[in-house]
């Protein structure tokens, strides 16, 4: 029986049989594994071997994962940032050149600027926009591409089926930051990508209360990932897959709601005096959005806007600091409203993006959105003045 999303949210997963019954799998804390024998021991065949190697509670959240964004398996990290940087060691090596969506998240770069070349890997960035243009870029040593839309901070879609077939000519693989849309929303699996990445930290935890990640990776792609992630050594506490495996349950309520939202807000914010460009490739006026309605089935609450031309850094400042509602603070997806100043000077190397706009991310969180409309108001009247 083929199972509608929310159906499966409900059940991936979970096997109450196999534990006398109770609806969750336990939140088991361990190392060692005893063995019955020790013919069971050296025949590799128990189905757990030792604590790092995988426990019923991670190998839980790992299958609801993989079910979720239609993978041949998935693995988890202890945050986004180790999820992105373990699927990357799995599928580069020395002599190789890789490819980046400017737009990348800007700890994704970090990484990649500062890690890979001292192992002999060569990283360039690309337009978002480039589509199948990518081919131009391509070396005879290129392996590996990284997509993710829509893009930190400036919401660029990128057309990533176009990408993965170009890629695929190549032989390279492409991997996808999928953290906006959880696996709820799309599951770059199906558009062609070879590895689909998590920030479980952001909706799937949903409750900044823990940092989780996940890498999920089809056919052609899992047995490196699966021997990179044991070479390293990769383990994630139980407790933190117990939140992961909670908020799962709960995504698609709270995404839905999350939607509604950002929508109610965008629809103010977009007449206010002083507020210029809207980022969130789900609504009709933005760039993305042909993209986004094509590629994906919903849309999440973290967006961003940028002040009209003319706006001052301090302006930007002072609107934050007005915000009682909405809290300063990195990181986004759990219930609560955030916000934070957009900073792109210096960041992006492929692409100009509003270098010198004054723009400040949203996060809409699950409170009434009138709510949040008259903290946006307040905010705004005070960094501008009548
Ligand atoms: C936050 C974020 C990450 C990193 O997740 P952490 O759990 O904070 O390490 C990766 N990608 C995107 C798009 C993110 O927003």
Redesign the pocket.
């Known amino acids: 029986m083929s199972l509608k999303p929310d159906t499966k949210l409900m059940h991936a997963g979970r096997d109450p049989q196999a534990f006398h019954g109770f609806v969750n799998p336990p939140v088991v804390h361990a190392s060692t594994v005893l063995y019955p024998d020790v013919e069971t021991m050296i025949g590799g065949k128990q189905a757990y071997s030792y604590g790092r190697r995988g426990t019923p509670t991670t190998n839980s959240l790992e299958a609801a994962i993989a079910e979720l964004e239609g993978a041949a398996g998935a693995k988890l990290a202890n945050?986004?940032?180790?999820a992105?940087a373990l699927a990357l060691l799995s599928c580069v090596k020395s002599g190789d050149h890789i490819l980046l969506a400017d737009t990348v998240?800007g700890?994704?770069r970090h990484f990649a600027d500062t890690v890979l070349p001292g192992f002999g890997v060569s990283v360039e960035y690309y337009d978002p926009a480039i589509a199948g243009g990518i081919k131009a870029l391509f070396r005879p040593e290129t392996t590996a591409v990284f997509v993710?839309a829509p893009g930190?901070l400036t919401f660029e879609m990128q057309d990533l089926p176009a990408i993965a077939a170009a890629a695929r000519e190549i032989d390279a693989t492409v991997l996808a930051?999928n953290?906006?849309a959880s696996p709820l929303y799309c599951q770059p699996l199906s558009l062609g990508a070879d590895l689909s990445i998590q920030?479980c930290?952001?909706y799937i935890v949903g409750h900044s209360d823990a940092?989780?990640?996940s890498i999920a990776a089809n056919e052609r792609a899992w047995p490196k990932l699966q021997a990179l992630h044991g070479a390293m050594g990769s383990h994630v506490a139980p407790d933190d897959v117990f939140l992961g495996l909670r908020g799962l349950r709960t995504l698609s309520v709270r995404l839905e709601q999350h939607r509604k939202n950002t929508l109610a807000v965008l629809d103010w914010l977009k007449d206010q005096p002083h507020v210029g460009k809207i980022r969130y490739p789900a609504l009709a006026a933005d760039p993305g959005y042909e993209i986004w309605k094509r590629d994906f089935s919903g849309s999440s609450g973290l967006c961003a806007f940028d002040f009209t031309e003319g706006a001052s850094l301090q302006q930007t400042h002072a609107f934050l600091d007005a915000l009682s509602l909405f809290g300063l603070g990195f990181?986004?997806g759990g219930f609560e409203s955030l916000a934070i100043p957009v900073r792109l000077k210096g960041m992006r190397t492929a692409t100009q993006t509003g270098e010198n706009s004054q723009s400040v991310r949203l996060h809409i969180g699950l409170e009434d959105p009138e709510d949040l409309i008259k903290d946006l108001d307040k905010a705004l009247r005070t960094a501008f003045p009548a």
């Open positions: 945050s986004g940032l180790n992105i998240y700890p994704t993710e930190s930051d953290t906006w920030a930290t952001k940092m989780l990640g990181s986004w």
